[in-house]
């Protein structure tokens, strides 16, 4: 091998007589000495160093690519490594391991080798300094054959990053959001709406909802249709974003469901409260600061707004007012009221806001459908309309199961034909199977459904005949 000073001669001394020769070479022998020239460098110098420091200008953010290798070689690589270290990253769930200092871990991508070294650079504080603590920089070193460099410069680094990306998502606190009106002295034209978040840890999955089995099968595969159809979103030119409408009695499971898809999903919750938002534009404020991979709930959307009478409203505020009357208004809507509109809530479902961020669900609960405006409804913004209804038997398995561990019983055959003969919600099915004392167990819950599900029909039978007469 030569050294650097021998190197440096040789290239200035080819680039001397490929400039003397210059008239004469023709364009195909210049194109051979080039790639001789390579080749020379690549037998000389076969590897090329990429660096990635963990912080770059601010010291207080790591950098994302750092983080992002840190990620991907904990996850791959981990075995190799020697030692490795814990580090606790803010909002994940789990500690993160990363090689320790120096170590060297080996990957490879479509056939080629790559190298990866955890290194750092100490900067010592001069003497004079000696408060100050030494300053550590630490970085990953990529190390990979020259002649692989775009396929690692563009394709293997974006796959780290893509599945560093991926770790972090899965490995990541999920968050359930809530908007509140922030508290101002000078009243409600100055208040911003913000969101505020707590952990979400709902224990609710698609395999403890009670519900008909086929529909769960429908919504379960639409749900994962649309968490892999990103390229097809693109492809049709829509923003990746689905609607769901939940309907039906309270104590269907409409928020347990909200809950089953943001875990199945590994989604983020925003559950936005519209009489706390001031109007229109915060609403698409609100909406703008939303993340991707989240569903945003509206619970109970009959009761949100008046969207209906909004324009109704909006109408006569055109009409003259008395004074006194006009400022009275304006006082109550400054305490309670909210002048988000239909055309408002459409906007945020399908404008062009919302396609910022992508990868959402967009969900919708009522107790009442046939209230809502259809705009508001219509296949396309809430793109699936699901019902969800009175305890089937298939539904209530699935309760006796989750409560009991039960597969089946005597007293079954009972609960399955009462179930057909009067309405009960899989909510009050469910009390009456919860266990509440030392004593209760599976046959005297049983016991019990069958005794609600019997007064439940003798009070329909008995509110029927009042009805007639
Ligand atoms: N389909 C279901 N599967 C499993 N559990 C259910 C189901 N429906 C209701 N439950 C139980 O009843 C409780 C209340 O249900 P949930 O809040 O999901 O109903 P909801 O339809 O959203 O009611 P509301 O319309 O009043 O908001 C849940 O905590 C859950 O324990």
Redesign the pocket.
């Known amino acids: 091998m030569m050294d650097i000073t021998q190197l440096g001669s040789l290239m200035a001394g080819v680039m001397f007589i490929a400039a003397v020769f210059q008239q004469w070479l023709t364009e195909e022998l210049g194109d051979l000495l080039r790639r001789y020239f390579h080749k020379l460098v690549n037998y000389l110098f076969p590897d090329i160093h990429i660096t990635f420091h963990e912080y770059q200008g601010d010291r207080f953010e790591r950098s994302k690519a750092y983080v992002a290798i840190e990620r991907y070689l904990s996850a791959n690589s981990t075995d190799q490594a020697k030692r490795l270290k814990a580090n606790v990253i803010k909002d994940c769930k789990s500690v993160v391991l990363s090689m320790d200092d120096y170590e060297q871990v080996t990957d490879e991508f479509k056939g080629r080798h790559i190298r990866w070294t955890s290194s750092k650079n100490i900067i010592r504080q001069p003497p004079l300094f000696s408060y100050r603590s030494d300053d550590e920089k630490r970085f990953y070193k990529l190390t990979c054959n020259r002649k692989d460099r775009d396929i690692i410069t563009k394709d293997y680094l974006q796959y780290v990053f893509d599945e560093g990306e991926d770790i972090a998502i899965k490995t990541r606190q999920r968050k359930l959001y809530t908007n509140n009106k922030a508290e101002s002295d000078g009243g409600w034209r100055s208040m911003r709406t913000m969101w505020s978040h707590i952990v979400f840890e709902h224990p ?1 999955t698609f395999d ?4 008909d089995p086929k529909k769960k099968e429908e919504i379960l595969n639409d749900l994962i249709t649309f968490s892999e159809s990103k390229d097809y979103y693109k492809k049709v030119g829509k923003s990746w974003k689905r609607g769901y409408l ?1 309907y ?12 089953a898809m943001a875990n199945l999903l590994e989604y983020d919750i925003y559950d936005l409260e519209l009489t706390s938002v001031k109007d229109n534009t915060d609403l698409r404020k609100l909406l703008i600061e939303t993340s991707s991979k989240s569903i945003i709930v509206i ?2 959307i009959d009761c949100s707004l008046d969207l209906t009478g909004q324009r109704k409203k909006n109408n006569d505020k055109k009409e003259e007012k008395d004074p006194l009357a006009k400022k009275m208004e304006e006082k109550d809507k400054d305490n309670k009221g909210s002048e988000v509109t239909l055309s408002g809530l459409l906007n945020f479902i399908d404008g062009l806001w919302s396609a910022c961020g992508s990868e959402r669900l967009i969900v919708f ?1 009522t ?1 009442y459908v046939e209230k809502l405006d259809p705009a508001l409804i219509r296949r396309g913004r809430m793109d699936m309309h699901i019902e ?1 209804s009175y ?1 089937c038997f298939e ?1 209530f398995q ?2 006796a199961k ?1 409560y009991w561990n039960l597969e089946s019983h005597e007293l079954f055959a009972t609960i399955g034909r009462l179930l057909e003969e009067t309405n009960m ?3 009050d099915v ?2 009456n199977l919860m266990r509440k004392s030392k004593e209760d167990n599976a046959e005297t819950c049983l016991i019990k459904l069958i005794k609600s599900l019997e007064d439940a029909k003798s009070k329909a039978s008995t509110d029927a005949k009042v009805g007639e007469d």
Do not use: F, Y
Request: hydrophobic share 40%; aromatic share 0%; with cysteine.
């Open positions: 609710s403890t909802l009670a519900m939940l039906g009695p309270p104590g269907t499971g409409k928020s347990s469901m909200v809950a619970e109970d609960t107790n969800l305890c539904a699935v309760l989750n919600t899989p909510a469910a009390e």
